[in-house]
């Protein structure tokens, strides 16, 4: 597809772009695709890091085919069994079936489970070196980025981290692989809802493998998704550092959930009131519009969250629920919340986002306004308090 693509010396990428796939684990959508990396090293002996999606694979066991050349595959490192990087493992056995399995006791439980009793086994997580010839393999146990299983592979001679799905995004490749190749500002939105919707809820064990790392000379990043980072690795570690202690941007995100207009058009004004008030960055979301992988990307993104729900069977909109629900599980903290919504004749959409502001812990930056139908003057001034006070709250001083 590529042709040859070297990463360093004798460090090859294998992986694959996937265009087609409309939604990654069936359920996030993929607007601009996906790739799946994967990595060969071409030593004395060889080692394959991971290998890519069943349905990205068609000529997935061709190319490390030619490049192998008519060696044989020694190792398979499996940083990571998630299907979307173990699809060729069953096909790879099939024709280097004296492969030895590289992982760890979870990797090995997952790997019974998924293609039956493990051949050759090589538990990394007992402190194991691979010496391939020149180059030197060591193995970072990093659990739950983003399964119980998941780990790096250090090369001790290029100083390359092989690293799962940590430090990933979603994005195909657009003819750029490294990211000297590329505009990598191109990639921050598609890098942060990855994060915030794959990795966001391990936000705890990101901060153990940065820190766990923190010793470690790194010269280059091999995700097991997105760009390669070998022109400015710290880059990425920087953003997921960053990501992971739920730093987050001056701006507003204002979400709304609506059936006839007038919650919108309160979020709207509600909208306006913050522009006036200073703040540049406000994005408005209609829940029932834009997919919620979007919705969790910018309250991880900036400082203030809006939200407003009517009220749908005595409860909020079911759509907002799933919203809710989702950044509940995700555990996203510090963010200072607005909540509005309207009554119509039962209420449920104000009383169940009070009940998330309790759950999640976030600071309300006023009292919340709920109204009857259309809002009245008097609710009108109660939402410019409440967008005067988040202004205040989220603009950088
Ligand atoms: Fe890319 Fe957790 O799989």
Redesign the pocket.
């Known amino acids: 597809m590529f042709g040859k693509i070297q990463v360093s010396g004798k460090v090859f990428w294998t992986g694959a772009n996937d265009r087609r796939k409309a939604l990654f684990e069936n359920i996030w959508p993929l607007p601009e695709g996906v790739a799946y990396n994967s990595y060969l090293l071409l030593d004395e002996k060889t080692a394959l890091v991971d290998t890519v999606d069943f349905c990205a694979g068609k000529s997935f066991l061709e190319t490390v085919g030619e490049y192998l050349n008519g060696k044989t595959l020694d190792y398979l490192i499996i940083n990571?069994i998630?299907p979307?990087?173990s699809g060729e493992v069953a096909a790879l056995l099939k024709t280097y079936p004296e492969v030895k399995i590289v992982g760890n006791v979870h990797t090995k439980k997952i790997f019974e489970a998924y293609f039956g009793a493990v051949p050759n086994f090589v538990d990394a997580g007992k402190g194991e070196t691979i010496d391939l010839g020149e180059h030197r393999l060591s193995f970072i146990m990093t659990p739950w980025i983003?399964?119980p299983e998941t780990m790096m592979t250090y090369d001790a001679t290029s100083k390359i981290l092989f690293s799962g799905?940590a430090f990933g995004s979603f994005k195909a490749f657009n003819g750029g692989v490294f990211d000297d190749e590329v505009n990598p500002d191109d990639y921050r939105d598609e890098i942060l809802r990855y994060y915030s919707n794959?990795v966001g809820k391990y936000s705890g064990m990101v901060r153990k493998a940065i820190e766990k790392l923190s010793g470690t000379e790194i010269r280059c990043i091999c995700p097991?998704?997105g760009l390669i980072w070998r022109a400015d690795p710290q880059r990425i570690i920087d953003m997921y550092d960053g990501y992971s202690r739920y730093e987050a941007e001056e701006g507003v995100v204002v979400i709304f959930a609506s059936m006839y207009g007038n919650t919108e058009n309160v979020a709207d004004y509600i909208a306006r009131k913050i522009a006036e008030n200073g703040v540049k960055n406000i994005k408005v979301h209609d829940v029932s519009k834009t997919h919620v992988s979007y919705l969790i990307r910018d309250v991880w993104k900036y400082r203030g969250v809006v939200l407003g729900s009517c009220a749908y069977n005595s409860e909020m909109f079911p759509l907002m629920e799933q919203l809710c629900r989702e950044l509940e599980h995700a555990g996203v903290k510090n963010r200072k919340l607005g909540i509005f919504g309207t009554f119509s004749w039962s209420g449920g959409g104000v009383k169940n986002l009070l009940k998330f502001a309790e759950n999640i812990q976030w600071e309300q930056v006023a009292d919340a306004v709920e109204f009857k139908g259309m809002p009245s003057l008097e609710d009108c001034a109660r939402c410019d308090a409440m967008a005067l006070a988040m202004a205040q709250q989220v603009i950088d001083r």
Request: aromatic share 10%; net charge negative.
């Open positions: 990571h998630e979307d990087h983003h399964w799905d794959i097991t998704h």
